[in-house]
């Protein structure tokens, strides 16, 4: 007997009742024979075995006598409570013998691989969506305020007021805001009116980007909402200021803030102010400057009338935001009031929310990978004794504007000595770019030795507001005091806490322009530089840990959904599709739909076309087929959805549209068809049958194939056809090998270059405006000697490679003949047979590349001609019939066993055919 031993080391630390089902997958082979088998085995803690059926999974047994060609796929279920799946992923491990015949799962399963597959990173969307779905409930909501003000008790004298204390560096506000998000109640201090009203210049032609007007005497007030319509262009800054009785008065509040309004559509903007404004006895006025003419919603022209001594309504026509004169408005609009709403925030202890925060500071601290850990709680470090703070205020924030690129900064931070706790803030001002990561690192100054390398990942980053970076080093820096240097580089664009002067330079640097958080600050400062840092030794960490009845209702929430995340599929339809008179119009679901699995029965898939009459179609469980007449054809096109159900709920949706065309349609001028592929084309049916089709009578299409290379099994009574079509090869080897027909001696490194001009000259060719270049090509590309271990990233890296070289034939190929129809068609997926489930997988990869990179760009001559969806994947490649087991004693039934998955049989080429053909007849419809 062969058994398993250990448990993953997960389910064990884990504060929830996680459990484990191990999914065993092994290979195995008999002669030429090659199958798969899968046990499920869950694990008996108090008899420390894996169990299947009962008893104690013998793995020799689950052989059934055949041997392994190679190490077994472990797929691990982890469940909450009893029977709901939340997560799990497939890897690949050799389990370490202990003994013979006793297999360790223990050791070569840990935390990090099994949070690498792509699957399980959907858990942290649930749980946020989990977390949204439990804050909505009040009584849940106070359940979770007050654990967190249990385990942290600094937080109880925060919470009373946080307004208070806002602006207090004490451990109480870093513990609150590493926790907790405090989300505010709204006390409404004034609104102008109940709804906005009339938008008052917000029409094309106007040119107003700046407007003043009363808000009257008001109650403190720290969030200000209005309404906007962009004129001409998107508004993405505002500055406002409230100031004094007039628009001269004395400022009481200046702010910039960055804003996303469409231009032509009403959008309320809600700005918070970073302090309240007014006491209730002071007449205010608000000014508001954009960075392009904006229209306001009006709301009356008598509630603050000048009769009362109130200012006039005024605006300008400035759009950089400075401060430029104000007019006053005339006539009957000298009173003009915008709506707008003044309120409060307010605190309440009940309003804390977790705060996503979080998962940065605990995934450093603990290791672990970030999504697990909502399930285990939290850690904050705190600081106990300050060796070093650069600055005494650190409410200054350098280079966060919207017009700014910095990406990195070098500062020196002078000889600090025996230091574990770190504390910085940068905040990203530029949404052009908004980073994900944060890279930073102390280094010794002039050797440039580094003490301390910390990379952070970034999570709901948004311009303006500052990421706050808390770091406990595993053990005290600098004890011989040397001059010291932080480095701090991002992905993105992003200021800093600290302040910037003129004159002589302190060494720090910057970086700008694209980029990299990997390449750190190199162009010195104009002037001096100063970070805000604090530098001390941590008294600790406090562990969070979540409320029974908060995870309670959090593992309700996530099993609502969890079924159904597991079992959802990406859609690869493609955004239009061509069907032609007479010919069969066919969309086989699988080809169509990535799912976890090749099997299609837990979904009920419907594809309906607007318009179309039901008795002239036809649809089961595999696919959609229809025989367009000649009425039908006479459409232009229809709306066609694709729906995905399961159990009654639906999982994902897309639409298409079919165009249509007839067989009379078109014109008598002759085509040509030059095929740049592989063994799929090389053997000519496909081919072949598409030019028959445009050689009947009433087709006026005459189409001509091109090429050096003769079709090599087309059928008999079929037309000869010629290509570029070579067995196994790929887009590169056409593009840049010196074996293929289109490299010449040219500048390229490998010493060829690809060049349709002298191809079509070498081999007495000729090609003109409106003849097409097709190229379906990928089969072999994305095809490894490793397929089985094929990874996604690896597939995605091949692919973008695939595009570089694809990009450079198609410029190419159009300069050489101008006005040539480029066709990128999509390749068809291996059978549905196919055991290899990630050849499949990476080839809905290359669809889905295919459609984002060169879909929409009819305008530049390129098409996409949709194929793959056509070829029956059960039935369209050779298969033969066998029988069910070779044990047979001859009663047994015979089934279709495929015999060769990559290429198709006859009628799968023809499949082929009809989906080219319809989408020739459409391109040279004219």
Known sequence: MTRLVGIPDVAAASSLPLSATLIWTHEYRRGDRLGMGSVPLTYDRDAGKWMHNGAEFDLLAARFGMSDPAPPNIRILFTLGSGSTVQGTSLTLTPIENAAGVLD???????????????????????????????????????????????????????ADVSAVLGVAAPAVQIAQAVGVRVPLLENVFASAVSEGVMLYGTMGSTFADYGFPIGPRAALDRLSITVQPVTAPLTSLRLQIVEATKAGAVLHNQTFAVNAPVGVPTRLTLDTSALVGDGTKKLYAILRGNTPFGIAFATNTLFTTAGGYPAFAYGYNTDLADATLNDAAGGQINYTPWFQASKRNYPAGTVTPASAWTDITNTLLSGPRELLPLVGEVQPTLGTL?????????????????????????????????????????????????????????????????????????????????????????????????????????????????????????????????????????????????????????????????PAFAGGLKTEVLKTADDDLFMPTLSLPSVLYATEGQTFQLYYDTILRTPGLDLSPYDVDFSVTGLALASHNRDARHFWWTPTGAEAATASYAATLRVHRKGKLLASATTTIRMTTTAGGVGTARKLLALSDSITNRGVWLSEMVRLSERPADPLTLTSIGTRAGTQVPVGLPAVMSEGWEGKTITFHYRDAASNFTFNGADPTGTAFSLSQYLTANGLSMASGDAFEVMLGTNDLTTSDVYHTTEAAALATIAGMVSDLNAIIANVQAAVPGIRVVIATNIPPARVDFIHMRRWIRYLWAERIFSTYGGRESEGIYVCPVAQAVDPDYGFPFELRAANTRTDGTLPTLPYITDYLHPNVPGYYQMADAHYAFYKWLWRV
Do not use: C, M
């Open 387 to 547: 060796v070093q703070e650069t600055l005494t205020s650190s409410a200054i924030v350098s280079f966060a504007a919207l017009a700014n690129v910095f990406s990195a900064y070098t500062f020196p931070i002078g000889t600090p000595t025996n230091f574990d706790y770190i504390e910085f803030g940068n905040t990203p001002g530029n949404p052009a770019k908004l980073p994900t990561v944060l890279h930073w690192q102390i280094v010794v100054t002039g050797t440039g030795a580094v003490l301390l390398d910390v990379r952070k990942t970034l999570s709901n980053v948004a311009a303006g507001v500052e990421i706050v970076t808390r770091h406990k080093a595993p053990a005290l820096l600098n004890p011989g005091g040397a001059a010291l240097e932080i480095r701090i580089s991002t992905d993105g664009y992003i200021g800093y806490r600290g302040t910037f002067a003129g004159g002589a330079t302190n060494g720090a640097k910057y970086n700008s322009g694209t980029p990299n958080p990997d390449a750190w600050a190199a162009t010195a400062f104009s002037g001096s530089g100063v970070l805000w840092l604090r530098l001390g030794v941590a008294s600790g960490v406090k562990q969070l840990a979540l409320a």
């Open 105 to 159: 799962l223990t050791k070569p399963l840990n935390v990090a691989s099994w949070v690498t597959g792509t699957a399980y990173q959907s858990l942290l969307t649930q749980q946020q969506t989990a977390i949204a779905n439990l804050n909505a409930f009040s009584v849940q909501g106070q359940a979770v305020a007050q654990s967190l003000a249990d385990v942290t008790g600094e937080l109880d004298g925060v919470l």
